[in-house]
């Protein structure tokens, strides 16, 4: 009997996704025994033609991370889509958008701006930009177009199902793993996590959500073992999805929202903007102005990584869109 | 603490998982073989168990200390947000010990399987793999490597010192030139300039690395390190070494550096100590952080307003300060490589790939836009400028 | 109450996402106050035509 096929790909990723596919540790030779890894750029040798010398739904599941920002990552998710029978978003940015969605705040025109001219150790005098397509003396050399818009990889192609977090704990991986194997994967759309919130698995203790102020991170030495979110530190915990381990709180920092929005809610930030004001103690406006000033970059702290998968999924545009 | 694990977990995956390979399987050998799993197959299942054991505990440690060992959250203005348990130093302390003797291991796994074989040896001292250039790497004040603190010291090609500098004031002595065929951009010494793609005294281009790092240094901090730091200098002919292979020999040298300094640091009575952070008292406006990266020098540079929030950021990682020695390492293979009346085959293509994966498998930090993936293409043409074969790979079909 | 402060930190949000302040309003009006209400809701319509349409978020095109 043939074995199973498996592909891994990286799209607008750190890399730290496919490092915890490594973080499986022994179990990667398990993983090996038990499936073909027939695709997977940082560690096996398989090129793009290899993929498309496949047959269409020959590959059994697809782990695809990162989120799709430009013309080669989304031509990647269409080819790997073809050839696999079960397509994972795998991460936060794939499930999301993620860090590289926060992107979504600014403009490739921008970016470019930034990056190859007003950046401090740029020496580009003669203002050149890089091209998608450049004539040299030996031919032509052609780079990926870069999208405006950061997006998830469902906004791209059919997702059968979701890993959250970034990157995915090791447990859920090795879970998912374990399903494919025996046939066992969830209906189709499932996220495969925990269906309660991140303050249902947290175990500091919890009395009444009322706070007067909001404190960052480095402004007070908070109290290990009582909820942080009643100390004045802005935790996402109560619109996360859980399943993670609590590693973040258990490091004394708070959730900043990796597995996303938990069930039941559509646009993570929105509820965590609902969630924060209604726990905000306020006896008229001052109370109100002060905590305007103590939440200093909303948008980031409550879209940190879901920018992409969001209601309004980006700032708005100049002038119409150029591109997704 | 953490860093020290963080390069020992790192130094293990890129020499394991992409530099051994070719070695252990042969630069020409099967694809579909020529990867971790194929070197666990051949140097069998209990090495390869060693190999993810030592890897796993590296690992373990910075879960411990940072939340996660991928993306960790400890970090934040005025120090580190948990402290260290005697019970959680214990462990690290005895994982520290095995790491030593494993970094030793694999010094001798190089040993035995590559510099022990005449063609291996040859592969990584011959000319196609060779490149003069300027070294850059941090040291401290004793011109000893550091992955964390120090100033940036740069070599030229006989080893001698042409600049050192404290972080804030990299932009005196390092420039980014851009070209239309690239989003990654092209660093350069500005005492120099741009020349160009060229080699040389006159050339802006320097490399950062292990290797870099061991030609800046003056030794390493610790015993066993230093001792073979001494023996690859003298196997090879003397300080500066050239050899882009020779990137991983000094990789496991670093290894078993970072385990030393990893034990040495788990025995600090202070490592346990409750006092982790304490209050900022003050906003700063500006700041540059330089560390070394496991592939090489890292320069963070952030403009913040007066709440801290970050309003610009300059990066220049590891990978983009190599860009320009990168594409002049593989260009260099390719032409020695492709000789007239010989088949071109996709061995020929992994050769290419060794000298780029002496120095990353990473594109993703350094163009700052994150395409993922390096497209590349060998196109060969006869003498009379017609094509003769293409080979590609990461492209759009034509 | 909670929409004092739900409204406020969400405008300040809004503005990040390039939507401007005009576009939400929060006030209070009694069921009693027909009169008042009515004035609102055309002072509210006037500014939203003033702004013209909001200018597209980029995303897919059926959003």
């Given at each position: 009997?043939?074995?199973?096929?498996?592909?891994?790909?990286?799209?607008?990723?750190?890399?730290?996704?496919?490092?915890?596919?490594?973080?499986?540790?022994?179990?990667?030779?398990?993983?090996?025994?038990?499936?073909?890894?027939?695709?997977?750029?940082?560690?096996?040798?398989?090129?793009?033609?290899?993929?498309?010398?496949?047959?269409?739904?020959?590959?059994?599941?697809?782990?695809?991370?990162?989120?799709?920002?430009?013309?080669?990552?989304?031509?990647?998710?269409?080819?790997?889509?073809?050839?696999?029978?079960?397509?994972?978003?795998?991460?936060?940015?794939?499930?999301?958008?993620?860090?590289?969605?926060?992107?979504?705040?600014?403009t490739r025109d921008?970016?470019?701006?930034?990056?190859?001219?007003?950046?401090?150790?740029?020496?580009?005098?003669?203002?050149?930009?890089?091209?998608?397509?450049?004539?040299?003396?030996?031919?032509?050399?052609?780079?990926?177009?870069?999208f405006d818009t950061?997006?998830?990889?469902?906004?791209?192609?059919?997702?059968?199902?979701?890993?959250?977090?970034?990157?995915?704990?090791?447990?859920?991986?090795?879970?998912?793993?374990?399903?494919?194997?025996?046939?066992?994967?969830?209906?189709?759309?499932?996220?495969?996590?925990?269906?309660?919130?991140?303050?249902?698995?947290?175990?500091?203790?919890?009395?009444?959500?009322?706070?007067?102020?909001?404190?960052?991170?480095?402004?007070?030495?908070?109290?290990?073992?009582?909820?942080?979110?009643?100390?004045?530190?802005?935790?996402?915990?109560?619109?996360?999805?859980?399943?993670?381990?609590?590693?973040?709180?258990?490091?004394?920092?708070?959730?900043?929202?990796?597995?996303?929005?938990?069930?039941?809610?559509?646009?993570?930030?929105?509820?965590?903007?609902?969630?924060?004001?209604?726990?905000?103690?306020?006896?008229?406006?001052?109370?109100?102005?002060?905590?305007?000033?103590?939440?200093?970059?909303?948008?980031?702290?409550?879209?940190?990584?879901?920018?992409?998968?969001?209601?309004?999924k980006r700032k708005s545009l100049p002038q119409g869109e150029r591109r997704a | 603490?953490?860093?020290?694990?963080?390069?020992?977990?790192?130094?293990?995956?890129?020499?394991?998982?992409?530099?051994?390979?070719?070695?252990?399987?042969?630069?020409?050998?099967?694809?579909?073989?020529?990867?971790?799993?194929?070197?666990?197959?051949?140097?069998?299942?209990?090495?390869?168990?060693?190999?993810?054991?030592?890897?796993?505990?590296?690992?373990?440690?910075?879960?411990?200390?940072?939340?996660?060992?991928?993306?960790?959250?400890?970090?934040?203005?005025?120090?580190?947000?948990?402290?260290?348990?005697?019970?959680?130093?214990?462990?690290?302390?005895?994982?520290?010990?095995?790491?030593?003797?494993?970094?030793?291991?694999?010094?001798?796994?190089?040993?035995?399987?590559?510099?022990?074989?005449?063609?291996?040896?040859?592969?990584?001292?011959?000319?196609?793999?060779?490149?003069?250039?300027?070294?850059?790497?941090?040291?401290?004040?004793?011109?000893?490597?550091?992955?964390?603190?120090?100033?940036?010291?740069?070599?030229?090609?006989?080893?001698?010192?042409?600049?050192?500098?404290?972080?804030?004031?990299?932009?005196?002595?390092?420039?980014?030139?851009?070209?239309?065929?690239?989003?990654?951009?092209?660093?350069?010494?500005?005492?120099?300039?741009?020349?160009?793609?060229?080699?040389?005294?006159?050339?802006?281009?320097?490399?950062?690395?292990?290797?870099?790092?061991?030609?800046?240094?003056?030794?390493?901090?610790?015993?066993?390190?230093?001792?073979?730091?001494?023996?690859?200098?003298?196997?090879?002919?003397?300080?500066?070494?050239?050899?882009?292979?020779?990137?991983?020999?000094?990789?496991?040298?670093?290894?078993?550096?970072?385990?030393?300094?990893?034990?040495?640091?788990?025995?600090?009575?202070?490592?346990?100590?409750?006092?982790?952070?304490?209050?900022?008292?003050?906003?700063?406006?500006?700041?540059?952080?330089?560390?070394?990266?496991?592939?090489?020098?890292?320069?963070?540079?952030?403009?913040?307003?007066?709440?801290?929030?970050?309003?610009?950021?300059?990066?220049?990682?590891?990978?983009?300060?190599?860009?320009?020695?990168?594409?002049?390492?593989?260009?260099?293979?390719?032409?020695?490589?492709?000789?007239?009346?010989?088949?071109?085959?996709?061995?020929?293509?992994?050769?290419?790939?060794?000298?780029?994966?002496?120095?990353?498998?990473?594109?993703?930090?350094?163009?700052?836009?994150?395409?993922?993936?390096?497209?590349?293409?060998?196109?060969?043409?006869?003498?009379?400028?017609?094509?003769?074969?293409?080979?590609?790979?990461?492209?759009?079909?034509? | 109450?909670?929409?004092?402060?739900?409204?406020?930190?969400?405008?300040?949000?809004?503005?990040?996402?390039g939507?401007?302040?005009?576009?939400?309003?929060?006030?209070?009006?009694?069921?009693?106050?027909?009169?008042?209400?009515?004035?609102?809701?055309?002072?509210?319509?006037?500014?939203?035509?003033?702004?013209g349409p909001f200018s597209g978020n980029g995303g897919k095109a059926?959003d």
């Open positions: 009997m043939t074995k199973p096929k498996i592909a891994l790909y990286w799209a607008a990723a750190c890399g730290g996704c496919d490092v915890a596919v490594l973080d499986t540790n022994e179990k990667i030779l398990d993983i090996a025994n038990l499936a073909d890894i027939v695709f997977w750029p940082v560690a096996l040798d398989f090129k793009y033609h290899h993929v498309e010398e496949m047959a269409d739904t020959s590959i059994d599941l697809c782990l695809f991370n990162g989120a799709v920002r430009n013309s080669e990552q989304e031509e990647i998710a269409r080819l790997l889509r073809a050839k696999s029978k079960v397509m994972v978003a795998f991460g936060a940015c794939a499930c999301f958008g993620g860090i590289p969605a926060l992107g979504n705040f600014t921008e970016i470019f701006e930034r990056v190859y001219i007003e950046s401090p150790s740029s020496a580009n005098e003669n203002r050149t930009f890089p091209q998608t397509l450049t004539k040299v003396e030996e031919g032509e050399l052609d780079l990926p177009e870069m950061v997006m998830t990889l469902a906004q791209v192609v059919d997702v059968e199902y979701f890993i959250p977090g970034c990157p995915p704990p090791v447990d859920i991986i090795l879970k998912v793993v374990d399903l494919f194997a025996s046939g066992q994967l969830p209906p189709v759309g499932a996220i495969i996590a925990s269906d309660k919130t991140l303050c249902d698995e947290c175990e500091r203790t919890k009395e009444e959500k009322k706070i007067a102020r909001i404190y960052r991170p480095h402004q007070i030495i908070p109290d290990p073992n009582r909820c942080l979110l009643e100390q004045g530190i802005i935790c996402c915990g109560p619109a996360t999805r859980g399943g993670c381990g609590v590693r973040c709180v258990k490091a004394n920092m708070p959730c900043r929202g990796c597995f996303g929005p938990p069930p039941g809610v559509i646009d993570q930030g929105a509820k965590l903007v609902s969630a924060i004001a209604s726990i905000y103690q306020s006896d008229g406006q001052e109370d109100i102005n002060r905590m305007l000033e103590d939440i200093v970059d909303p948008a980031g702290t409550f879209y940190r990584f879901g920018m992409a998968d969001s209601m309004l | 603490m953490f860093y020290c694990a963080h390069m020992v977990h790192s130094h293990i995956a890129h020499f394991y998982a992409l530099a051994a390979p070719d070695f252990v399987l042969g630069p020409t050998s099967d694809p579909a073989e020529r990867n971790i799993l194929g070197v666990v197959a051949k140097v069998g299942l209990e090495i390869g168990g060693e190999v993810i054991k030592h890897r796993a505990y590296a690992q373990d440690i910075q879960n411990t200390i940072g939340g996660k060992a991928t993306h960790p959250v400890f970090g934040l203005p005025g120090g580190i947000s948990k402290p260290v348990t005697e019970e959680e130093r214990k462990g690290f302390e005895e994982k520290a010990r095995s790491e030593v003797e494993f970094a030793k291991f694999s010094l001798k796994l190089f040993n035995d399987v590559v510099l022990e074989n005449k063609d291996y040896l040859a592969l990584i001292t011959g000319d196609i793999y060779t490149m003069k250039s300027y070294y850059m790497g941090l040291v401290d004040s004793q011109n000893r490597i550091n992955f964390y603190d120090g100033d940036v010291r740069v070599v030229d090609e006989d080893g001698k010192e042409i600049v050192r500098f404290s972080p804030a004031e990299y932009l005196d002595y390092i420039a980014e030139h851009t070209e239309p065929w690239s989003y990654l951009k092209f660093p350069f010494l500005k005492k120099t300039g741009w020349k160009g793609f060229i080699e040389g005294r006159e050339s802006g281009i320097y490399r950062v690395s292990p290797l870099a790092r061991l030609n800046v240094a003056d030794g390493m901090a610790t015993p066993l390190a230093q001792a073979e730091y001494e023996k690859m200098y003298q196997t090879l002919g003397g300080k500066p070494v050239h050899a882009t292979l020779a990137f991983h020999w000094a990789r496991l040298i670093e290894l078993l550096y970072a385990a030393e300094r990893l034990l040495d640091l788990s025995q600090d009575k202070e490592i346990t100590s409750p006092e982790v952070r304490t209050i900022p008292t003050a906003t700063p406006d500006e700041g540059v952080g330089i560390v070394e990266a496991p592939r090489g020098t890292l320069i963070h540079h952030y403009q913040t307003d007066n709440n801290g929030i970050v309003q610009k950021a300059n990066l220049i990682v590891a990978t983009c300060h190599n860009y320009p020695a990168m594409n002049m390492s593989i260009k260099k293979v390719a032409q020695a490589a492709i000789k007239k009346g010989e088949e071109v085959s996709e061995g020929l293509l992994n050769m290419v790939e060794m000298a780029f994966r002496a120095y990353d498998p990473c594109f993703g930090c350094a163009t700052h836009t994150l395409p993922g993936q390096m497209p590349m293409e060998v196109t060969i043409y006869d003498s009379q400028g017609e094509v003769v074969r293409r080979l590609s790979q990461n492209l759009p079909d034509r | 109450m909670k929409a004092a402060r739900r409204i406020p930190l969400m405008k300040k949000m809004l503005a990040q996402f939507i401007e302040e005009e576009r939400v309003r929060l006030d209070w009006v009694s069921a009693s106050e027909g009169d008042r209400f009515a004035q609102l809701v055309n002072e509210m319509t006037e500014e939203i035509r003033r702004l059926d």
